[in-house]
Every structure is written in structure tokens, then in C-alpha cells.
């Protein structure tokens, strides 16, 4: 049987699932690289439309709000008569080149961004850092510079998702596994309370892949639709180990050491 109708098999059968305990381990590896795929899109995808929406909103402050300014020998400039205040979605950009705001009046706004003639305040969730221009002396950057390194991280944004996704599928990945074999593990104390005394360690292991299917494709439909609950990981590996059960009691007959197959096959 192929990965694939394994895995629609995965989603409602735990007697087909009780079918997979001799297939070699090579074939269950690649099968949880398979799942932590499939179940990967949603988050890929709406990381994808996060950073193209970031990247858009961006350049629409930048090219379209912000005025001409210049940050030249560690002193903002801009072309403004006032102070310049913008709300985007909660997070304040303050443009203050002559200073005209306290620093108490700042932390007013909340989080914030505030460029003042020497230096720039950014108050997030509650910290307060301050950056000294003059730390930038001898560096030049106009509004120009700016919509021109937008424009060149724009051409970058497919390969700044597909890195992002590479790194984020390995960690998932490791993540699986990790909970592939602590479950393998507990699943050695389903061996004797239903009196299955052939079933290795290697057996609850390759059967915990599959256990763990349906919790996995759950909260990553759950987490895309915007449903979070608490205590995912705890309820994901309850949920497993039930599956895990059901699997296990399924199986009816020894395992047959001369024919089973080679653990290392694909």
C-alpha cells in the first residue's frame, strides 16, 4: 500500500492501521515526513500571504504616507511643519524631527515608533529602547534609499518564504518524531495490558506514526481556520494514544519472525 492510501486509511481505521505493524521502518520514516508535509501547507500558506500583506503594507507607509526625510550624520530630518503620527493596526509611527515630544507623551501611544532629531524610541508591549543616531554617523539613508531596499526584499519574498518553510518543516518534522517515539514508548505498556506479548518496541513505534494522524491533521486544520485551544500538545498525545490503543488491540496474530519483513525496508 502506498503512502498516500495510508494515510486517508490513517483517518478512520484503526484495523487497517493494525496492518502497517511489520512494514519496514525506512517506509514509516519517509510516511511522517509525508504527514508533517501535508498537514504543513495551511501554516506555509498563510505564512506566505502574512509576509506578502507585511511586505505591501509596508511599502504602501513607505511610498505613499511617509514624507521626504533624510537620516545623515546621526540627525533625522523630515519634511513635515508638525509632528506626524500614523496608527497602523495598533503600532504608532511617530515622526517628530524637531522633538517636540517628551518621552512620557511617547509612551502614551503605546506601542510605538518614534523618530526624533537624535535618536529613535520604540516601545513595544511595554519596553522602552532607545537607539542613538549618532551611532550612525558617516550613514546616509533618504526615503528613497528605503523604497529601494523595499523593492529589492520584494523580489526576494519567494525565497524568503521557501527558506522560512524549509527551516519551520524540519523543526516540525523533529517535532514528530520526538512525539512518534515518546508514544512508541508508552505504547509498551498497551502490549501487556492487552495481552500482546509478540509486539516489539519497534512495532509501537511504526504504529504510533499512524496513531498520530488524526490529532496531527486536526489542529492544523483547527490552528488555519483561526481555533486555537490550550494545551494542544497534552490533548494531540491523549488523542494518539487512544488511536494507539484501538490500533493495538487489533492486531490479532503473533508476529512471524521468519517472514516478517527486514525493519530497515522501505
Known amino acids: 500500500m502506498n503512502i498516500f492510501k495510508q494515510f486517508i486509511k490513517s483517518l478512520y481505521s484503526p484495523k487497517e492501521m493494525a496492518n502497517f505493524y511489520q512494514q519496514?521502518?525506512?517506509?514509516?520514516?519517509?510516511?511522517?515526513?509525508?504527514?508533517?508535509?501535508?498537514?504543513?501547507?495551511?501554516?506555509?500558506?498563510?505564512?506566505?500571504?502574512?509576509?506578502?500583506?507585511?511586505?505591501?503594507?509596508?511599502?504602501?507607509?513607505?511610498?505613499?504616507?511617509?514624507?521626504?526625510?533624510?537620516?545623515?550624520?546621526?540627525?533625522?530630518?523630515?519634511?513635515?511643519?508638525?509632528?506626524?503620527?500614523?496608527?497602523q493596526d495598533g503600532l504608532v509611527l511617530l515622526l517628530d524631527p524637531n522633538s517636540e515630544f517628551s518621552l512620557s507623551?511617547?509612551?502614551?501611544?503605546?506601542?510605538?515608533?518614534?523618530?526624533?532629531?537624535?535618536?529613535?524610541?520604540?516601545?513595544?508591549?511595554?519596553?522602552?529602547?532607545?537607539?542613538?543616531?549618532?551611532?550612525?554617523?558617516?550613514?546616509?539613508?533618504?526615503?528613497?534609499?528605503?523604497?529601494?531596499?523595499?523593492?529589492?526584499?520584494?523580489?526576494?519574498?519567494?525565497?524568503?518564504?521557501?527558506?522560512?518553510?524549509a527551516i519551520m518543516y524540519i523543526l516540525f518534522s523533529i517535532g514528530k518524531f520526538i512525539q512518534?517515539?515518546?508514544l512508541g514508548l508508552v505504547g509498551l505498556i498497551l502490549k501487556g495490558s492487552l495481552n500482546k506479548p509478540f509486539i516489539k518496541y519497534r512495532h509501537t513505534w511504526i504504529l504510533s506514526a499512524y496513531a498520530v494522524t488524526i490529532p496531527t491533521v486536526l489542529f492544523a486544520i483547527l490552528e488555519f481556520i483561526g481555533i486555537y485551544i490550550p494545551y494542544t500538545t497534552i490533548i494531540s498525545f491523549t488523542a494518539a494514544f487512544f488511536i494507539l490503543y484501538l490500533i493495538v488491540k487489533e492486531i490479532k496474530e503473533d508476529v512471524n519472525e521468519e517472514q516478517e519483513e527486514d525493519i530497515t525496508q522501505w
Open 24 to 87: 519496514g521502518i525506512g517506509k514509516t520514516i519517509l510516511y511522517i515526513f509525508f504527514l508533517v508535509l501535508i498537514t504543513s501547507i495551511p501554516f506555509f500558506i498563510s505564512i506566505g500571504i502574512a509576509i506578502n500583506q507585511l511586505h505591501a503594507a509596508a511599502e504602501t507607509v513607505v511610498k505613499s504616507d511617509l514624507p521626504e526625510f533624510v537620516i545623515d550624520n546621526g540627525e533625522f530630518t523630515a519634511d513635515v511643519d508638525e509632528p506626524l503620527i500614523m496608527d
Open 105 to 165: 507623551e511617547i509612551e502614551d501611544f503605546g506601542d510605538v515608533i518614534a523618530l526624533q532629531r537624535y535618536e529613535v524610541i520604540t516601545i513595544i508591549d511595554g519596553t522602552t529602547d532607545i537607539f542613538d543616531l549618532g551611532q550612525t554617523d558617516g550613514f546616509t539613508i533618504s526615503k528613497s534609499d528605503l523604497e529601494s531596499l523595499l523593492d529589492t526584499v520584494g523580489s526576494f519574498i519567494p525565497l524568503i518564504i521557501f527558506l522560512f518553510a
Open 180 to 182: 512518534v517515539t515518546l
